[in-house]
């Protein structure tokens, strides 16, 4: 199994940036999915989870009405839409799944989840 992580970058305060995760090797529609970030000295923690099919969201208080989290099973792609970025969003980011007997339930924990990606820089200039 594999995620890979992509659209990392430097962006200015109050612009956009789209995260994309890429999975392999697993049946992607059983696996819920989420973005977690890690910034230095922080614990990881997850921004955005969704469930197996893409109809229940999760997301943590500081990114609702800016981020958005979305996923297309057919081509085994999840996805985090950054809108109104602040430099307190610069942190690495990580993709990650866990496979999911639930088809409504959503992972906020970044101990629950079993597959990672290898992170994407995201850095927030003021």
């Known amino acids: 199994v594999q995620l890979q992580a992509s659209g990392g970058g430097l962006v200015q305060a109050g612009n956009s940036l789209r995260l994309s995760c890429v999975a392999s090797?697993?049946?992607?529609?059983?696996?819920?999915v989420g973005w977690s970030r890690q910034a230095p000295g922080k614990e990881r923690e997850v921004v955005a989870a969704?469930?197996?099919?893409?109809?229940?969201?999760h997301y943590v208080d500081s990114v609702k009405g800016r981020f958005t989290i979305s996923r297309d099973n057919a081509k085994n792609m999840v996805y985090l839409q950054m809108d109104s970025l602040k430099p307190e969003d610069t942190a690495v980011y990580y993709c990650?799944?866990?496979?999911?007997?639930?088809?409504?339930?959503?992972?906020?924990?970044?101990?629950?989840?079993?597959?990672w990606g290898q992170g994407t820089q995201v850095t927030v200039s003021s």
């Open positions: 990650a799944a866990v496979r999911s007997s639930s088809t409504v339930a959503t992972i906020k924990s970044p101990g629950q989840y079993y597959y």
């Open positions: 090797g697993l049946a992607f529609e059983n696996y819920a």
């Open positions: 969704i469930n197996r099919y893409g109809g229940s969201t």
